[in-house]
């Protein structure tokens, strides 16, 4: 049996490739999930709810009083018929592709980005065009986009905040970026999953800014809730029913217990998880900072504005040095995984145990 064009040549990501790789007990610092406890507040909640009900089919797009309460979080224009609940943000993102895409289309992607984006585009049939960020991985390089885009260009795909930096566009920069999206026609996908995972300055949202506009998110980092498996797409008011019936096909709808826990978690007393966990990985980052500037020049290091990552520069090909350090008890990101202009640095996920951080910080210090 043959497998599909479309998925040829598609292997493991990078990342479970390294977590493949590693001693058994490593330390694991690479795989996008906050390694703190379900909040209390939501876990006490899923009890009463699963006690008290049967879980059953829900609509396609999603329990209406969860839309609802989407649409209210970013506020209006958005309204409840423009939301669609997803199983996670990586299923959204899929669905907006699977619906905008045709064979022979063209994909732009920031470099660096989260990986699964260029293999999903890869697996509808489109092509796809890198967009670097400058080598310090501060900002988009302005030049080569503008370079770049052009009408032949169906969507650019990125994160906001940044996976794997947690830098986040200014307003300035929104505004360049939807101008240029304007300009040539371009359909604009922001994934803005790590929004609230912010440690000083709440990261902007794009909602609302252009009219064809996707915006992707879910609850699996700003509540610790990556098991439960919510994330939701805004479209355009006229792409709507495009998202639902592509979306109907794809898992039908997400589980019931886990879309009633998320109209409860975007509650005021459900997004008091949201600050426990931000603290939480506020002490994380304080902690690493603390150690790493201690041993290294600051330029060799990435800080996150709003995400649980931080990078450090290794001067060389980083995925060499990821295999050694997962043999050494350690499991971290090399940047290839991303793209090349951060081919150098290893993304490390410091949303672990302090305990576990403490060990993990002892073994990253013995890297030159």
Known sequence: MTEADRISGIELSVIRQIMQAATPGAINMA?????????????????????????VYTPNAGLIELREQIAAY????????????TNGAEEAIYTVLTAILNPGDVVAIPDPDYSAYPT????MGADTIRLPYLPDLSAPDRDKWEELLSPGVKAIVLSNPKNPTGAFLQSTDLDWLINLCDTHGIILIVDEIY???YFEERPLTCS????????????????????????????PQSFTNSIIKTRQYISTCSHWLSQKLAVFA?????????????AQLTNCRTICKSTLSHHYNTSRLFFPEASPYVMFDTGTNSLQIAKDLAQNGLICVP?????????????????????????????VTQID
């Open 31 to 55: 795989l996008g999930e906050l390694g703190f406890e379900l909040p209390n507040v939501l876990r006490k909640h899923a009890i009463e709810l699963l006690r008290t009900h049967t879980p």
């Open 74 to 85: 970013y506020g209006e224009p958005i309204t409840p018929d423009q939301v669609c609940v």
């Open 120 to 123: 999903i585009v890869q697996m």
């Open 195 to 197: 929004r609230e995972l």
């Open 208 to 235: 609302g800014r252009y009219e064809r506009l996707f915006i992707i998110s879910g609850l699996s980092k700003s509540h610790c809730m990556s098991g439960w498996r919510i994330g939701w797409i805004i479209s």
């Open 266 to 278: 975007l509650t005021e007393p459900g997004m008091t998880a949201v600050k426990d966990i931000r």
């Open 335 to 363: 940047g290839s995984a991303f793209g090349s202009v951060c081919a150098d640095w290893l993304r490390f996920n410091i949303a672990i145990p302090t305990a576990e951080l403490d060990r993990a910080l002892t073994i």
